[in-house]
């Protein structure tokens, strides 16, 4: 009994070790690689297809050309996009274009438009300026709305201009060398009022760019037009009334 247990333990051990010298001699061996079916993709089709889409959307594309090149107004300068400064030639054309349009089509007082510097993309050149242009400048889709501010949240917005160095505003102006708040105070007291009524982009209105002041507001409403196209119908209207773009600087937001 013990001989067959002997012979059965090591017919065992020969049988592991010809599995592992089998297994290493496959290990050894080359890597063999098969041929797969080739596959391949007919240019010739894939070139009518994309021909016959050029040729599908090829009126569609020629019509946005042509309105994209259509010039709206010209400029007598450049408007550079700047940065670091409280108050630049663009920022101050397209915060007053806003509250000039929205006057006209708001059913109530707009008493201070408030943009922000970061919303315009691009500079306008001197010269032609076309509907694609302002694209580039405006390429978001955001709406103007008019945001009714009490006194305190909009010496929260003075603080906010005050540490941020200056935004697009129109309306007023802001001397940030003299105490702001009783600028403020008298502000409200010569007006007879305990709010204020602020232009801006819906985008901000819901606390973007860190203008949290805006949130939960006396009242909210929509003026009925994007920014975008409200700098479009002024360009429209300055030209036909043979104006160009004028900038100006004028000291709207002073800190020394």
Same mark, same amino acid.
């Given at each position: 009994?013990?001989?067959?247990?002997?012979?059965?333990?090591?017919?065992?051990?020969?049988?592991?070790?010809?599995?592992?010298?089998?297994?290493?001699?496959?290990?050894?061996? %080359?890597?063999?690689?098969?041929?797969?079916?080739?596959? /391949?993709?007919?240019?010739? @089709?894939?070139?009518?297809?994309?021909?016959?889409?050029?040729?599908?959307? /090829? %009126?569609?594309?020629?019509?946005?050309?042509?309105?994209?090149?259509?010039?709206?107004?010209?400029?007598?300068?450049?408007? %550079?996009? @700047?940065?670091?400064?409280?108050?630049?030639?663009?920022?101050?054309?397209?915060?007053?274009? /806003?509250?000039?349009?929205?006057?006209?089509?708001?059913?109530?007082?707009? &008493?201070?438009?408030?943009?922000?510097?970061?919303?315009?993309?691009? #500079?306008?050149?001197?010269?032609?300026?076309?509907?694609?242009?302002?694209?580039?400048?405006?390429?978001?889709?955001?709406?103007?709305?008019?945001?009714?501010?009490?006194?305190?949240?909009?010496?929260?917005?003075?603080?906010?201009?005050?540490?941020?160095?200056?935004?697009?505003?129109?309306?007023? #102006?802001? &001397?940030?060398?003299?105490?702001?708040?009783?600028?403020?105070?008298?502000?409200? /007291?010569?007006?007879?009022? #305990?709010?204020?009524?602020?232009?801006?982009?819906?985008?901000?209105?819901?606390?973007?760019?860190?203008?949290?002041?805006?949130?939960? %507001?006396?009242?909210?409403?929509?003026?009925?037009?994007?920014?975008? &196209?409200?700098?479009?119908?002024?360009?429209?209207?300055?030209?036909?009334?043979?104006?160009?773009?004028?900038?100006?600087?004028?000291?709207?937001?002073?800190?020394?």
């Amino acid at each position: 009994m013990q001989f067959f247990f002997l012979t059965y333990q090591f017919s065992a051990i020969k049988k592991v070790v010809a599995v592992v010298f089998i297994t290493f001699l496959l290990a050894c061996q %080359p890597a063999v690689y098969e041929k797969t079916q080739d596959s /391949s993709i007919n240019i010739i @089709e894939t070139t009518i297809e994309h021909q016959q889409a050029t040729v599908l959307i /090829s %009126p569609y594309k020629e019509k946005l050309e042509k309105e994209m090149n259509e010039v709206l107004v010209l400029s007598a300068e450049e408007f %550079p996009k @700047e940065k670091g400064k409280p108050e630049t030639k663009l920022g101050n054309l397209v915060a007053d274009l /806003s509250m000039e349009i929205a006057q006209k089509i708001h059913d109530g007082n707009i &008493d201070v438009c408030m943009l922000n510097f970061g919303g315009l993309r691009t #500079s306008l050149p001197k010269g032609e300026i076309t509907r694609g242009k302002i694209f580039e400048l405006m390429p978001f889709e955001n709406e103007l709305v008019v945001v009714t501010l009490s006194e305190i949240k909009f010496l929260e917005l003075m603080e906010y201009l005050k540490n941020v160095g200056g935004q697009p505003i129109s309306g007023l #102006s802001f &001397d940030f060398t003299i105490n702001i708040e009783n600028e403020i105070k008298n502000l409200f /007291s010569q007006e007879g009022t #305990s709010e204020i009524n602020i232009l801006t982009s819906d985008y901000l209105a819901n606390g973007g760019d860190n203008m949290t002041f805006f949130l939960n %507001p006396i009242n909210y409403e929509k003026v009925g037009i994007k920014l975008r &196209d409200a700098i479009i119908q002024y360009c429209v209207e300055q030209h036909a009334q043979g104006k160009q773009l004028n900038g100006k600087i004028e000291g709207r937001i002073i800190y020394e």
